[in-house]
């Protein structure tokens, strides 16, 4: 993980499309500034990781009903 320090104002770029700056520190939150692409989704963090398992979860529930649709399938061919 790369840590930079940064105070309100002051920005860093990720490649030629991003742009993040510190708006103002208080306390202990930062709040920030995104500058990105419209086509870029953001999500926060616990957003994102819910989203990931969501995702996992139906692609092995849409797996096991494949090969459940395919088991029958090799039956009904076979009858």
Do not use: C, F
């Not at 790369?2 to 103002?24: F, Q």
């Not at 989704?41 to 996992?56: A, G, I, S, T």
């Amino acid at each position: 993980m790369l840590i930079l320090t940064r105070r309100p104002g002051e920005s860093i770029h990720l490649g030629d499309n991003i742009k993040i700056t510190v708006l103002s520190v208080k306390g202990k939150q930062i709040k920030i500034g995104l500058d990105v692409p419209e086509d870029l989704p953001v999500y926060r963090d616990e957003l994102y990781r819910k989203v990931q398992e969501q995702n996992r979860l139906a692609a092995k529930s849409s797996d096991q009903d494949l090969l459940a649709v395919t088991q029958l399938w090799q039956k009904s061919k076979n009858s």
